[in-house]
């Protein structure tokens, strides 16, 4: 007779917020708010998946967070019905907050969560929690945007999340490559001593989370994941980036970006006005090319020495190289509006040329920026 591999705990009663936690070596905690459509298919999938095979103890607990409409009677009947499965109600909204105060009180080795919709494929919860159980990690994170993950998602909520990632990783200094999937897993042990110094209740939770480990020194294990896009996400864009914004100034993200746009506005004027001075016995591009050629390597040693505090000449050619090629990306950008103006008007005004340029440059600046951060001056600013 086969016996399943997973040892998953008795039934019990559903558990509130000040319930006793039980010892295992995985908790994964799914948090939920107005999610009675979805709730019981999802939970039945995780536990039979559990129950298939899974090699570690486990518990799976339903966080509702503020639901007002039937998730948690069926939280609770799924807490009654399923061995290893247990129901938390608190009365206030917020995954980070849910996150904190079970995380807080768990006694499991592992402390992973994930989202009811279950868009991550559950084959990677297995390389999610095993480097962490082992030792070899402190805190594991499901990717999207690495090598080896496959995403089914439309190109809106691709840009979004790519472009916050670079974001994260221009004013915060991130090296993790994805902030926001909801697939990630913490060493119990260094979850109690980050927990507290977190402040987000919200979606922010992840991010501050991810950042304060980083500034720790954790380790951060990655994992490629297939992810499918859940159509009916209920995920308020506009708010979340919002809070989101907020999170990183209030986290220190904002000082560095202040001094580069000062520094990029100046660059700007200075290039818009060498351009007009060229244009005038040049042609747009060239006028274009040289102009903002002049302005990269003045940009670069700038904000080389002011944005990013580096003094010295210690890899000041290894710099200016890699801001030449951020330059040339500028340069796509700016003389492929230019070619485009001058497609749809073969003889454009002065003040249109400069328009156009002044929109591409900004466009130009944030990518730099970007780039300045995660690759430039990488790994040798103070």
């Not at 200016?320 to 070619?339: C, D, E, H, K």
């Amino acid at each position: 007779m086969n016996t399943p591999a997973i040892a998953l705990e008795p039934a019990a009663e559903p558990a509130t917020a000040d319930g006793p936690p039980g010892t295992c070596q995985v908790e994964i905690v799914v948090p939920v708010k107005d999610e009675e459509t979805d709730l019981a298919p999802g939970i039945r999938r995780l536990h039979a998946f559990l129950a298939g095979g899974f090699p570690f103890t486990a518990r799976v607990t339903i966080a509702d967070n503020g639901s007002t409409d039937s998730t948690w009677d069926i939280a609770v009947a799924l807490a009654a019905e399923m061995p290893g499965v247990t129901a938390v109600r608190l009365d206030q909204p917020g995954r980070g907050r849910a996150l904190r105060s079970i995380w807080s009180r768990s006694g499991a080795d592992v402390l992973a969560y994930m989202d009811i919709d279950l868009s991550t494929d559950l084959n990677a919860l297995l390389p999610l929690v095993a480097p962490l159980l082992s030792g070899h990690s402190d805190v594991a994170i499901g990717t999207r945007l690495a090598r080896g993950s496959r995403v089914v998602r439309g190109p809106r909520r691709e840009m979004i999340s790519r472009g916050y990632n670079l974001l994260l990783q221009a004013t915060l200094g991130a090296r993790f490559s994805d902030a926001q999937c909801g697939f990630k897993a913490i060493r119990r042990d260094k979850a109690r001593e980050l927990l507290p110094l977190t402040q987000d209740g919200g979606w922010f939770f992840d991010t501050e989370l991810l950042v304060l480990a980083e500034r720790a020194g954790l380790r951060i294990h990655e994992v490629p994941v297939d992810w499918t896009d859940d159509p009916d996400s209920r995920v308020n864009v506009r708010a979340t980036a919002l809070a989101d914004l907020r999170g990183i100034l209030r986290m220190g993200g904002g000082q560095r970006l202040a001094r580069f746009v000062v520094i990029g506005a100046a660059s700007t004027l200075a290039y818009l006005l060498i351009y007009l001075v060229l244009r005038r016995g040049l042609a747009a591009q060239t006028a274009n090319a040289i102009s903002l050629l002049v302005t990269a390597v003045a940009n670069t040693a700038v904000n080389r020495r002011v944005t990013f505090g580096i003094s010295g000449r210690r890899h000041v050619v290894r710099h200016q190289l890699r801001g030449l090629i951020a330059f040339a990306a500028g340069l796509l950008l700016t003389s492929g509006a230019l070619a485009m103006l001058h497609w749809m008007v073969p003889q454009p005004t002065r003040a249109a040329e400069l328009a156009v340029l002044l929109v591409a440059s900004l466009v130009a600046t944030l990518a730099r920026f970007a780039l300045y951060r995660s690759w430039v001056f990488r790994g040798t600013s103070q």
